[in-house]
């Protein structure tokens, strides 16, 4: 008697805990995303991922700006840079990290640098096969930072 009392009660509390978990995931579901941002036509966070970890390999093996990442912790660099990314071409996180004006300011950037790294992201894109219409769309993004990461 006592057993099947305590077998029903946790099975009470089975299905309630089943029903809160439920409800809270309704709760923090993530926002769609809209299947013709750049987000969604590059392939999701998997392919950017893909894409940022190719571009650091190229930005550290270039002299002209590999200095500049000298004491940078790159595991950070490479996940701030991959949710940065995301978010710009629409997709469903925020970026949390510093904006762009601020976490570039102390480095006194050139217009070379940028465009050093902006070629480093288009050889990336064109590497991994994304098409040329695209990539122009990704590298507007990116000019759409420049005046911010060169503190102008
Ligand atoms: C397309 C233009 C660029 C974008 C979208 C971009 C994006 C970012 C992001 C998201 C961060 C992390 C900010 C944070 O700490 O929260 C960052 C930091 C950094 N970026 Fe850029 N960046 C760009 C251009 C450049 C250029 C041209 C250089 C140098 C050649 C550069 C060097 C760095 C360095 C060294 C840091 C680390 C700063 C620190 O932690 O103190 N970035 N960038």
């Not at 029903?8 to 993530?30: D, E, M, P, Y």
């Not at 640098?113 to 070629?119: L, R, S, Y």
Request: net charge positive.
């Amino acid at each position: 008697m006592l057993h099947q009392a305590k077998r029903k009660r946790s099975l009470f509390s089975l299905i309630f805990a089943g029903l809160i978990l439920s409800v809270g995931c309704v709760g923090t579901k993530q926002a769609a995303v809209d299947p013709n941002s750049i987000y969604a036509r590059l392939g999701g966070q998997p392919a950017i991922n893909a894409a940022v970890e190719l571009f650091y390999k190229k930005v550290l093996a270039d002299k002209s700006v590999n200095h500049y990442f000298e004491d940078i912790d790159m595991d950070k660099q490479r996940s701030k840079q991959k949710q940065f990314l995301a978010a710009a071409f629409g997709g469903p996180v925020p970026y949390r990290g510093k904006n762009m004006r601020k976490a570039h300011a102390p480095l006194d950037l050139k217009e070379s640098d940028f465009n050093a790294i902006a070629g480093h992201l288009q050889a990336t894109l064109k590497e991994l096969k994304i098409n040329d219409k695209l990539i122009g769309e990704v590298m507007a993004v990116a000019a759409s930072t420049k005046d911010d990461v060169l503190n102008k």
